[in-house]
């Protein structure tokens, strides 16, 4: 496993890059736990087996372990999120007509359908 | 209709076929010394020869690549102006979607998903008359590196049939190093083309974000997401990028600027230009072997005038993790969209519709989508989302300021593809954060939403080939062709 390298030189270059020693004590330990698991898996909706559900704990554990331990050696204080690298603006387009898709080829790949609708379990209350 | 020339039923024997490049094999259809469908007939024999042994495709158009042939035979009996890749066999990732023909993206969910359109850039390849020979195997909604997450079987490396080809386009970059393709085309989110690229000892780059359409790639990380070419020579490359680049109002973050011809990047002079090896590239946890290939590639480059320094990346190590939580939140949020309704797998027997969703997807996604998809929704549910998701997005801006400050001071990074060659099938199977750790190299570049070009830079101890990145400045693709053109010529 490839570990991080800080050494004193680095941190003397033009960069915003700190070690925030502090953070990294202050970082309660992530401990995923089996609810957790069922929680998270419930907001995916996703049904997961016994044996699943004890793989993926394990699994999430290390991975976040070792994400969140790395990320919180770097001091990000007043630094702006950057959800895209291009600086991107609503596009408009003209409001005119353009051909779309037939609604019999598009509905050929549904799983089940009827009378040109998708078809999907009842969803209203009662009888 | 003129007569063919004599000869050109013996315009070649299959090897000969399968060795000409994409520019050659464009002037013989040309002169009418071999024909479209002696060419396209000797990559199927290939394939139907070999692929079982390599697992690269996952299905084959035979109808539609016929018809393909004679009309794009028709124009150059005709002798009409046609372009560089009228003719060529290829083949594209199952992720990207084709009219008519399965997209499966390597999952049981889409394993009878037939697109009722063409991505932008297959209809490239289309008005190019380029020949589609097949879909290629990936791991799953383009989720590995090693190409052992499809639902459709794993591929072998051909160089090595027991290592992996890399993933997550391991089909592509196999079926192009075993000549069962002339070129093709993959996806690269955090290196599933440059990685197997590498594996493979082909040539695979990553064009900078929003230079090529996204529009028909089947969505795995929105923000980190392009296509890009695998082919088995650095003039293919520029030949395809042609192709492929341009502004597509269907993305709306493509980039509507002006894209070069990068043919005309393929000249043998690096005088000047200016290379940085980051040292943290080039630390512990590199094979031995693969730190003297780079070390000798940057005393190629110096020996053909380029200056070579070492240049600093400090943040090198933080792009892993911040890659991880971001792409996997947006991919929990982007394969929300399979639900058992509009297309794709159905839990048969649900008479509730959470439990047909619940079901649909537990069955429908493997173990490794499913990982990606607890990570991300973790990462993104209350009470996690500063700590994790906008950690990681503060962590992607001194990252990409990182980059910007090193290429302002050289013209390219030179460092590993991946930090060895082809591991064993099964090697790193069972432990995930092992498998996250070959993307070390390659991730940042989508981090940063830069170019990267992967070319083979010689073997390892046991002959399996490896390969060298180099990464450039947004939208300067031509750079990364050129030094790495030259590098071919000069060692090849």
């Given at each position: 496993m490839i570990k991080g390298v800080i050494n004193k030189e680095m941190m003397g270059l033009e960069t915003k890059f700190k070690v925030n020693k502090a953070a990294i004590s202050k970082e309660p330990p992530v401990k995923i736990s089996k609810v957790d698991i069922q929680h998270v898996a419930a907001l995916a909706?996703?049904?997961?087996?016994?044996?699943?559900?004890?793989?993926?704990?394990?699994?999430?554990?290390?991975?976040?372990?070792?994400?969140?331990?790395?990320?919180?050696?770097?001091?990000?204080?007043?630094?702006?999120?950057m959800e895209h690298v291009l600086s991107i603006q609503n596009i408009f387009r003209e409001d005119h007509l353009i051909e779309s898709l037939d609604r019999e080829e598009l509905?050929?790949?549904?799983?089940?359908?009827?009378?040109?609708?998708?078809?999907?379990?009842?969803?209203?209350?009662?009888? | 209709m003129k007569g063919l020339k004599s000869g050109i039923s013996n315009g070649g024997t299959s090897v000969e076929l399968l060795g000409l490049s994409i520019m050659e094999a464009a002037k013989k259809l040309k002169a009418r010394e071999i024909s479209v469908s002696e060419l396209v007939s000797a990559y199927q024999a290939r394939i139907n020869k070999l692929d079982d042994s390599i697992g690269a495709y996952i299905s084959i158009c035979s109808e539609e690549t016929g018809h393909q042939i004679e009309r794009v035979q028709?124009?150059?009996?005709?002798?009409?102006?046609?372009?560089?890749?009228?003719?060529?066999?290829?083949?594209?990732?199952?992720?990207?979607?084709?009219?008519?023909?399965?997209?499966?993206?390597?999952?049981?969910?889409?394993?009878?998903?037939?697109?009722?359109?063409?991505?932008t850039v297959v209809k490239r390849l289309k008005e190019n008359d380029a020949v589609i020979l097949g879909k290629l195997n990936m791991d799953e909604f383009a989720m590995g590196s090693s190409n052992e997450n499809s639902w459709y079987g794993f591929v072998r490396n051909p160089w090595e049939r027991s290592r992996v080809p890399g993933g997550s386009s391991g089909g592509a970059a196999a079926a192009v190093a075993s000549h069962m393709a002339c070129f093709a085309l993959g996806s690269d989110t955090g290196g599933s083309?440059?990685?197997?690229?590498?594996?493979?000892?082909?040539?695979?780059?990553?064009?900078t974000y929003g230079a090529v359409s996204r529009y028909g790639l089947v969505a795995f990380a929105s923000s980190l997401d392009q296509i890009g070419p695998i082919t088995r020579n650095v003039a293919d490359c520029?030949?395809?990028?042609?192709?492929?680049?341009?502004?597509?109002?269907?993305?709306?973050?493509?980039?509507?600027?002006?894209?070069?011809?990068?043919?005309?990047f393929l000249k043998d002079d690096i005088k000047g230009l200016k290379i940085g090896i980051p040292k943290e590239y080039i630390q512990q946890g590199l094979d031995k072997m693969v730190k003297t290939k780079i070390l000798a590639a940057a005393k190629a480059f110096e020996s053909m005038g380029a200056a070579v320094t070492e240049v600093s990346l400090p943040l090198t190590d933080y792009a892993l993790p911040a890659y991880y939580l971001i792409s996997s939140a947006e991919a929990s949020s982007n394969l929300a969209r399979y639900d058992g309704i509009k297309y794709g797998y159905r839990a048969p027997n649900s008479d509730d519709l959470t439990q047909l969703y619940k079901q649909t997807r537990s069955e429908g996604f493997g173990t490794e989508v499913k990982r990606r998809i607890i990570l991300g929704t973790y990462c993104?549910?209350?009470?996690?989302?500063?700590?994790?998701?906008?950690?990681?997005?503060?962590?992607?801006?001194?990252?990409?300021?990182?980059?910007?400050?090193?290429?302002?001071?050289?013209?390219?990074?030179?460092?590993?593809?991946?930090p060895s060659g082809a591991f064993k099938i099964g090697e790193k199977a069972n432990n995930?954060?092992?498998?996250?750790?070959?993307?070390?190299?390659?991730?940042?570049?989508?981090?940063?939403?830069?170019?990267?070009?992967?070319?083979?830079?010689?073997?390892?101890?046991?002959?399996?080939?490896?390969?060298?990145?180099?990464?450039?400045?947004?939208?300067?693709?031509?750079?990364?062709?050129?030094?790495?053109?030259?590098?071919?010529?000069?060692?090849?």
């Amino acid at each position: 496993m490839i570990k991080g390298v800080i050494n004193k030189e680095m941190m003397g270059l033009e960069t915003k890059f700190k070690v925030n020693k502090a953070a990294i004590s202050k970082e309660p330990p992530v401990k995923i736990s089996k609810v957790d698991i069922q929680h998270v898996a419930a907001l995916a909706h996703l049904n997961l087996s016994k044996e699943e559900e004890e793989s993926l704990a394990r699994d999430m554990e290390s991975i976040i372990r070792y994400s969140i331990d790395k990320l919180n050696e770097l001091d990000t204080s007043g630094v702006e999120p950057m959800e895209h690298v291009l600086s991107i603006q609503n596009i408009f387009r003209e409001d005119h007509l353009i051909e779309s898709l037939d609604r019999e080829e598009l509905l050929r790949n549904a799983p089940v359908k009827a009378d040109g609708y998708f078809t999907v379990p009842k969803v209203v209350e009662g009888k | 209709m003129k007569g063919l020339k004599s000869g050109i039923s013996n315009g070649g024997t299959s090897v000969e076929l399968l060795g000409l490049s994409i520019m050659e094999a464009a002037k013989k259809l040309k002169a009418r010394e071999i024909s479209v469908s002696e060419l396209v007939s000797a990559y199927q024999a290939r394939i139907n020869k070999l692929d079982d042994s390599i697992g690269a495709y996952i299905s084959i158009c035979s109808e539609e690549t016929g018809h393909q042939i004679e009309r794009v035979q028709k124009k150059l009996d005709a002798g009409e102006p046609v372009s560089l890749l009228a003719g060529i066999p290829m083949g594209l990732k199952d992720n990207i979607v084709t009219l008519g023909i399965l997209t499966s993206c390597g999952s049981k969910m889409l394993s009878g998903f037939i697109p009722p359109y063409d991505a932008t850039v297959v209809k490239r390849l289309k008005e190019n008359d380029a020949v589609i020979l097949g879909k290629l195997n990936m791991d799953e909604f383009a989720m590995g590196s090693s190409n052992e997450n499809s639902w459709y079987g794993f591929v072998r490396n051909p160089w090595e049939r027991s290592r992996v080809p890399g993933g997550s386009s391991g089909g592509a970059a196999a079926a192009v190093a075993s000549h069962m393709a002339c070129f093709a085309l993959g996806s690269d989110t955090g290196g599933s083309i440059r990685q197997p690229a590498s594996f493979c000892g082909v040539v695979g780059l990553k064009p900078t974000y929003g230079a090529v359409s996204r529009y028909g790639l089947v969505a795995f990380a929105s923000s980190l997401d392009q296509i890009g070419p695998i082919t088995r020579n650095v003039a293919d490359c520029a030949v395809v990028m042609n192709v492929i680049t341009g502004h597509d109002p269907l993305d709306s973050t493509s980039s509507n600027i002006a894209y070069p011809d990068y043919t005309t990047f393929l000249k043998d002079d690096i005088k000047g230009l200016k290379i940085g090896i980051p040292k943290e590239y080039i630390q512990q946890g590199l094979d031995k072997m693969v730190k003297t290939k780079i070390l000798a590639a940057a005393k190629a480059f110096e020996s053909m005038g380029a200056a070579v320094t070492e240049v600093s990346l400090p943040l090198t190590d933080y792009a892993l993790p911040a890659y991880y939580l971001i792409s996997s939140a947006e991919a929990s949020s982007n394969l929300a969209r399979y639900d058992g309704i509009k297309y794709g797998y159905r839990a048969p027997n649900s008479d509730d519709l959470t439990q047909l969703y619940k079901q649909t997807r537990s069955e429908g996604f493997g173990t490794e989508v499913k990982r990606r998809i607890i990570l991300g929704t973790y990462c993104l549910s209350a009470g996690f989302y500063d700590a994790f998701y906008k950690k990681a997005m503060k962590a992607r801006r001194l990252i990409f300021e990182d980059f910007k400050r090193v290429l302002n001071e050289v013209d390219i990074i030179l460092g590993p593809t991946t930090p060895s060659g082809a591991f064993k099938i099964g090697e790193k199977a069972n432990n995930p954060l092992e498998m996250y750790l070959q993307d070390i190299y390659t991730v940042s570049v989508n981090i940063a939403g830069l170019c990267a070009i992967s070319i083979p830079c010689g073997r390892d101890n046991e002959g399996l080939p490896l390969g060298m990145q180099l990464i450039g400045r947004p939208f300067d693709e031509g750079t990364l062709i050129q030094a790495a053109y030259a590098y071919e010529k000069n060692t090849g």
